[in-house]
């Protein structure tokens, strides 16, 4: 898209506008969860560019469930997610960032198709650990 966001993103602010920050931090790290489970299931068939894409959408999802509960702040650009990402990390723990670095390369994976099956893997992993760390704080 245009606004340099992807489709589902776009659809799940149109729908989550006038909701609470809680809820929309609900509605954000519900659909990072789903893009984990598409991207196991991707990678199971075999399409690693897509599953690869899906574990950068998690993560990117989960770092805007967390700024709109902590903050109810918008992050609106690639350099926002990036900033923010120190604040989930201060918060969380040193290994966000690895997990968000190797989410990162996922993104790259998607448009270069370099990466293999096990890179995939290893970043879901470390991704859905996020997720979940995430969704546990939210949903308390």
């Known amino acids: 898209m245009r606004l340099g966001i992807s489709i589902e993103e776009y659809f799940l602010e149109l729908i989550s ?6 809820e929309r931090s609900i ?6 969860s789903e893009l984990v489970e598409q991207a196991e299931k991707e990678l199971r068939s075999g399409n690693v560019r897509q ?7 998690a993560a990117a999802l989960a770092v ?11 992050l609106a650009s690639h ?5 923010y990402v120190e604040v989930v990390a201060n918060d969380i723990g040193e ?3 690895s997990a968000w670095n190797e989410a990162a390369g996922m993104h790259i994976c998607f448009y270069e198709g370099w990466c293999k ?3 995939v893997q290893s970043a879901l992993k470390h991704v859905e650990e996020l997720v979940k760390e995430i969704e546990s704080r939210i949903k308390r």
């Open 64 to 74: 805007k469930a967390y700024a709109y509960w902590k903050e109810n702040r918008r």
């Open 17 to 22: 506008q006038g909701m609470d920050p809680k």
């Open 51 to 57: 599953a690869a894409e899906k574990v950068w959408g």
């Open 95 to 97: 290994w966000v960032r």
């Open 79 to 83: 350099g926002e997610l990036w900033g």
């Open 27 to 32: 509605g954000y790290i519900e659909a990072s």
């Open 117 to 119: 099956p096990k890179q």
